[in-house]
């Protein structure tokens, strides 16, 4: 007995009790940063056939998405994920925290999968097409007028600066500055 009169809880009623609360803490710890389902996922019809191809088998195998058009899963081309907990998630279908927002310059037709939009190949406007977040199939990527062409990021068009600047270089800053040997650390000439 235990002070007070009350009886020690049983040791199956104690098991019971600790599943529920590894049961509940796990929950928490799997959601936590995860932000909410992007959106409703669509009734299939049994005629539709397959939709996406198999990215890690590939084609000839069909596969069923977990994240909606505008999302792609965090590394759907992996048996394991490295990205995990690195990018703002979301809650894919099946409820667990592993889409990821399609960036700017790519688009996520609903596979799974990215795919960095075509390069524009008309005279004048010549170079990479840029598309805003979320962007869901190739008509979305946008050629840049003449005279500007896209952001490092792809996200906008910018007044032309491959011409007076040199893009590796600049592009390299912009992730950090450090130079491609890694011996050279944060001098990027010798």
């Not at 928490?28 to 959106?39: F, S, T």
Request: aromatic share 6%; charged share 25%.
């Amino acid at each position: 007995r235990l002070r007070g009169g009350h009886t020690p809880p049983s040791t199956a009623r104690r098991r019971a009790m600790a599943r529920r609360i590894l049961r509940a803490s796990t929950s928490l710890l799997l959601l936590h940063g995860a932000r909410a389902v992007p959106e409703q996922r669509p009734t299939l019809a049994e005629d539709e056939g397959c939709r996406c191809a198999d990215p890690i088998k590939g084609p000839g195998f069909c596969y069923e998405p977990v994240c909606p058009p505008g999302y792609f899963k965090c590394c759907a081309t992996c048996k394991e994920a490295p990205c995990f907990g690195t990018e703002a998630m979301y809650l894919s279908w099946r409820g667990l925290p592993e889409c990821i927002e399609c960036a700017p310059g790519d688009y996520c037709s609903g596979c799974d999968t990215f795919s960095r939009c075509p390069y524009s190949t008309q005279p004048n406007r010549m170079g990479p097409r840029i598309s805003g977040a979320k962007a869901t199939g190739v008509g979305e990527c946008e050629s840049c007028p003449s005279g500007m062409e896209a952001s490092f990021d792809r996200s906008a068009c910018m007044l032309k600066y491959s011409d007076v600047c040199n893009s590796e270089v600049v592009s390299r800053c912009i992730r950090n500055c450090k130079a491609a040997d890694p011996t050279m650390g944060k001098r990027l000439r010798r």
